[in-house]
């Protein structure tokens, strides 16, 4: 046994015996500790390197989120390369924004295909950070970064978010999306939600929102502890 972890004030005499970098963190989460948020806290004791998944629909907010932590809370994001047009206002600070044909030269992992000619990947030079954000509309897509991420030795806490769609119809109207991207993000939704799309692929996120209730300052404190 390699580290001894106390968790105080969950049961009286309980104590955590940890084999570092030897139990998942969902193992940690499901077998061994009844409270999810405190359960997070002590897996960023036991991993130096920790990542923030934000899965959902497009237009609930996630991108949000991603800015925050790294404006305020040193969290570096994973840029990913895409083929799609930027929007209004977008810089390469987001993506690496590129044509098919170099897309489809690189050594990328983890490809997301919306169409024929707009795709998603990622290239393990970017991830370089303790602290990593990424933000995702595709749940096998988060799955895969979680897997990549944790076989790095990264903690990763997934944040699933959903909102309804005629809200984030309106959402992605205000940001001026063109009408024909917008409907191909909406034609690939499945009917489940993203939490649930999650639980048939038997992983619990550690956090899951549902609606706008709070601000960003509010749900990240929330992830952060």
Partial sequence: IKKRIEVDNISSNMNYLINS??????????????????????????????????????GTGKSTLE??????????TIKSYTT????????????????IDTFNSLDLFNIIH???????????????????VFS???VEF???????????????CIVSIDLDQETRKQLIADRKEDSHSAKLRFEREKE???????????????YSFVGLGKTKT???????G
């Fill in 114 to 132: 919306i169409s024929d000619t707009w795709k998603y990947g990622t290239s393990i030079n970017d991830i370089y950070s303790d602290k990593h």
């Fill in 67 to 76: 800015e925050d932590l790294v404006e305020n809370y040193d969290f570096k």
């Fill in 21 to 58: 970098g030897e139990i998942v963190p969902d193992l940690i989460i499901k077998d061994f500790l009844p409270i999810k948020e405190l359960a997070d806290k002590v897996n960023r004791i036991v991993f130096n390197k920790q990542a923030i998944i934000f899965t959902g629909p497009s």
């Fill in 142 to 156: 988060a799955i895969g970064m979680k897997n990549k991420l944790e076989s790095l030795g990264y903690y990763v």
């Fill in 192 to 206: 489940l939600t993203i939490l649930e799309q999650f639980q048939e692929q038997n992983i619990e996120p550690q």
């Fill in 84 to 99: 799609r047009s930027k929007r209004d206002g977008e810089n390469d600070e987001v993506y690496h924004f590129t044509d």
């Fill in 218 to 224: 509010e749900y990240n404190s929330i992830i952060l």
């Fill in 136 to 138: 995702v509309i595709d």
